[in-house]
């Protein structure tokens, strides 16, 4: 990763949490009024950042202050003030200039990636990004029926958010890290870095991170509050 990515993305999140990174203490607790019901938990290398709801400060810090930066990804921990399943921890991936992607995907019409939404459920559509508006979209198909695709969308301000999806009957191919790669490259020559964030419980989307070459950089989890 090159320096000017991690300074871009240390520089978003301070201003997003309004404190400084790296931070002056291992965790540090803020409210930004962003949120009102509930605390999202940032780790960036060795330090935790948790955004706690306005009025909900105290609360939030002593627990957060009484466990360890890696500690507050795990979503155990928050069980006595989450109000219903914590969301996450996600890992954070990224590409620059200085990745090496191999050659993708051919590119999409947007509306292509609709033959893909009957195959796989609701949530996991979503949660690769496909329900918002993507700037860029790519995909492989085969016998005129598509089985692989992937999106950029907006994060930050910025067309730099990979998601992709993956015909059930056809995992397995590599035809996740084919997509992955034409939207990652498309994300960098657009912003000059591309993001790729993955559920950590998600094996297949870990490895495609992994053949990929992408640097791991952040993580974060979201504790609903009561």
């Known amino acids: 990763m090159q320096p000017e990515t991690r300074s871009r993305i240390d520089g978003h999140w301070s201003r997003r949490f309004g404190m400084p990174v790296p931070g002056l203490a291992p965790v540090m607790v803020g409210a930004s009024g962003r949120y009102e019901d509930a605390a999202l938990v940032v780790l960036l290398g060795d330090h935790a950042y948790v955004d706690a709801p306005l009025g909900r400060v105290e609360e939030v810090a002593g627990l957060a202050l009484a466990n360890g930066p890696a ?22 991936f990224w590409a620059d200039h200085d990745t090496a992607l191999p050659a993708g995907a051919d590119p999409l019409d947007p509306e292509q990636c609709d033959e893909l939404r009957a195959q796989v459920p609701d949530a996991e559509w979503r949660e ?20 692989a695709a992937s999106v950029l969308t907006t994060l930050w301000g910025w067309p730099v958010d990979v998601g992709i999806l993956v015909a059930p009957d056809a995992r397995g191919r590599g035809l996740g890290s084919r997509v992955a790669a034409a939207a990652l490259a498309a994300g960098v020559a657009l912003s000059g870095f591309a993001a790729f964030r993955v559920a950590r419980t998600n094996a297949a989307s870990r490895g495609v991170a992994g053949r990929l070459g992408l640097t791991a950089y952040g993580a974060n989890l979201a504790v609903p509050l009561a």
């Open 71 to 92: 500690q507050l990804l795990d979503p155990y921990v928050w069980t006595p003030q989450a109000s219903r399943p914590v969301l996450g921890p996600a890992d954070h």
């Open 128 to 147: 690769s990004g496909f329900d918002r508006t993507p700037h860029a979209s790519f995909g492989v198909v085969e016998d005129n029926r598509l089985i």
